[in-house]
Nanobody
């Protein structure tokens, strides 16, 4: 298992930016891919972005493509989610997760370790 701690959430105006961080510890060798998911009030958890920790290849949901950027710093065992041009629809609790698979998984079932989540509120 990988222990994950998400941080960086907060309140921001529409059109603004936030950067989320996810620090990993424990059996980090199992975190071959890292991803971000989010859950808005009254909605199901949805995929946001993922990155291969080996190749750096990224994959995004259509709803955030072009606005969000996922990146990783392997030396720090940390992944980031840079969120630009934020919209009120981006308001959600954001969760980071680790998957013991190669590539860029987007199914929640492929992720076996999850962080506690960090709240993002975008005001209009």
């Amino acid at each position: 298992q990988v222990q994950l701690v998400a941080s960086g959430g907060g309140l921001v105006q529409a059109g603004g930016s936030l950067r989320l961080s996810c620090a990993a510890s424990g059996r980090t060798s199992l975190g071959l891919a890292m991803g971000w998911f989010r859950q808005a009030p009254g909605k199901d958890r949805e995929f946001v972005a993922t990155i291969s920790m080996n190749s750096g290849k990224q994959y995004y949901s259509d709803s955030v493509k072009g606005r969000f950027t996922i990146s990783r710093d392997n030396a720090k065992n940390t992944v980031y989610l840079q969120m630009n041009s934020l919209r009120s629809e981006d308001t959600a609790v954001y969760y980071c997760a680790a998957a013991p698979v190669y590539g860029t998984p987007f199914r929640a079932s492929e992720y076996r370790s999850w962080g506690q989540g960090t709240q993002v509120i975008v005001s209009s």
